[in-house]
Nanobody, 127 residues
Framework: QVQLVESGGGLVQAGDSLRLSCAAS????????IGWFRQAPGKEREFVAA????????RYGDSVKGRFTISRDSTRNAVYLQMTSLKPDDTAAYYC????????????????????WGQGTQVTVSS
């Protein structure tokens, strides 16, 4: 079992930056993918980014490529999402998740593949 806690969300203006954190407890990350997803009201949960803990390989959703960066800190057992050039369309609840059953060569982007989820942190971007 692993427990995930997201933090760092808030209300910002378009063009601003935010850094989200995902702290894990219960066990240390090993051969996992850690992903960030987001969900806006009335919309499906959307893949944002993922990182393979063992190699640092990353993957991004098309809507955030070039603006968001996912990273990991093994000393803190944590994953971060640096978000820049934020847009109102980035407004959503952001969730981190763990896929502990890796079956692919690249980090997983499907929500069904992730088996542990945090409670989320709200990001609101005003125009």
């Amino acid at each position: 079992q692993v427990q995930l806690v997201e933090s760092g969300g808030g209300l910002v203006q378009a063009g601003d930056s935010l850094r989200l954190s995902c702290a894990a407890s219960g066990r240390t990350f090993g051969t996992d993918d850690i992903g960030w997803f987001r969900q806006a009201p009335g919309k499906e949960r959307e893949f944002v980014a993922a990182i393979r803990w063992s190699t640092g390989m990353t993957r991004y959703g098309d809507s955030v490529k070039g603006r968001f960066t996912i990273s990991r800190d093994s000393t803190r057992n944590a994953v971060y999402l640096q978000m820049t050039s934020l847009k109102p369309d980035d407004t959503a609840a952001y969730y981190c998740a763990v896929n502990s059953r890796i079956r692919t060569l690249v980090p997983t982007q499907g929500t069904a593949e992730y088996d542990y989820w945090g409670q989320g942190t709200q990001v609101t971007v005003s125009s």
